[in-house]
């Protein structure tokens, strides 16, 4: 076997990080962030806050390293815990949203806007915005399916391994978050039926 890193499996370098070998768990890093940080944003849309995440989501995969059983890709397991992570998250969000609201109105100036001004936007960033904002309406298990095939280009397989579900039922979800995303970005009077 080499003594670089970079050329063992995702199975050794398992192995290696069960025994605590720092380059292991290094080299399992710098294979896996950029695809857990993509992953997660996608999810999220909050580039901070998917900073925040794929931290937690490599020391909650590190953790638990010895539950890893190498029967499945490396990249399977950690976006299966990147994607819970992103879960979390969405409830404490709507806890600390539900606080927020519940603030009196004297504070509401204290609140700073999250709406970007339009002077400072170009049509890109407006139509990528709305696009983002729609994806963002979808119900969690759409929007993780449409994320995850979509975005991510995760295979039809993987994506059931992932969320524990059926192929079918990937397909099922697929179809219905295209065709509720449309929907959500229909402009009326271009054929959008509105009810």
């Known amino acids: 076997m080499s003594a670089d890193p970079s050329q063992w499996s995702d199975t050794d370098l398992a192995a290696f990080a069960r025994a605590g070998r720092e380059d292991a768990y290094r080299e399992l890093l710098n294979r896996y962030k950029a695809l857990v940080y993509r992953l997660i944003v996608r999810q999220i849309g909050d580039a901070e806050e998917a900073m925040d995440l794929t931290q937690e ?4 995969a590190f953790a638990a390293i010895d539950r890893y059983d190498g029967e499945r890709p490396f990249r399977i ?14 409830r404490r969000r709507k806890v600390r949203a539900f606080f927020a609201r519940a603030l009196p109105i004297e504070s509401a100036y204290d609140i700073a806007s999250d709406t970007p001004l339009p002077d400072t936007q ?3 960033r407006i139509e990528l915005a709305r696009v983002r904002a729609a994806i963002a309406r979808l119900p969690r298990n759409l929007r993780e399916i449409l994320v995850l095939r979509g975005v991510e280009e995760v295979s039809q397989a993987e994506a059931a391994a992932l969320l524990s579900v059926s192929e079918k ?3 099922t979800r697929l179809y ?5 995303l449309r929907q959500l970005l229909a402009v009326p009077g271009e054929g959008a039926s509105y009810r």
């Open 176 to 180: 219905r978050a295209r065709a509720r």
């Open 57 to 60: 989501a490599f020391v909650a």
């Open 77 to 90: 397991w950690i976006s299966r815990i990147a994607i819970n992570k992103c879960r979390d998250w969405a």
């Open 122 to 124: 170009t049509d890109d």
């Open 169 to 171: 039922t990937v397909e």
